[in-house]
């Protein structure tokens, strides 16, 4: 079965940076496009960054572009979000999505001094 496991999440002072990495199992992980989402107490989910299956293209929405950076490793299935330069606004449960409707448990990104 598809499992997607978030981990590098936590506590880190405004401008610090964190690596999230989501470990992937149960289908081709090289196959698929995957994509970071976030979601904020009392706010929508939404995108943050998405990666075709090759790793060859990236997508992000203004309110992280220049500042988070999704990669991947076909090798290992793992993908990895890398942000710097976080802010309060950056608070906020992370995700891993598979494009086929399958997300992981999210891993909690707390930014604050």
């Known amino acids: 079965q598809v499992q997607l496991v978030e981990s590098g999440g936590g506590l880190v002072q405004p401008g610090g940076s964190l690596r999230l990495s989501c470990a992937a199992s149960g289908f081709i992980f090289s196959m698929y496009a995957m994509s970071w989402y976030r979601q904020a107490p009392g706010k929508q989910r939404e995108l943050v960054a998405t990666i075709t299956n090759a790793g060859g293209s990236t997508n992000y929405p203004d309110s992280v572009k220049g500042r988070f950076t999704i990669s991947r490793d076909n090798t290992n299935n793992t993908v990895y979000l890398q942000m710097n330069g976080l802010g309060p606004d950056d608070t906020a449960v992370y995700y891993c999505?598979?494009?086929?409707?399958?997300w992981g448990r999210g891993t909690q990104v707390t930014v604050s001094s």
């Open positions: 999505h598979l494009h086929l409707g399958y």
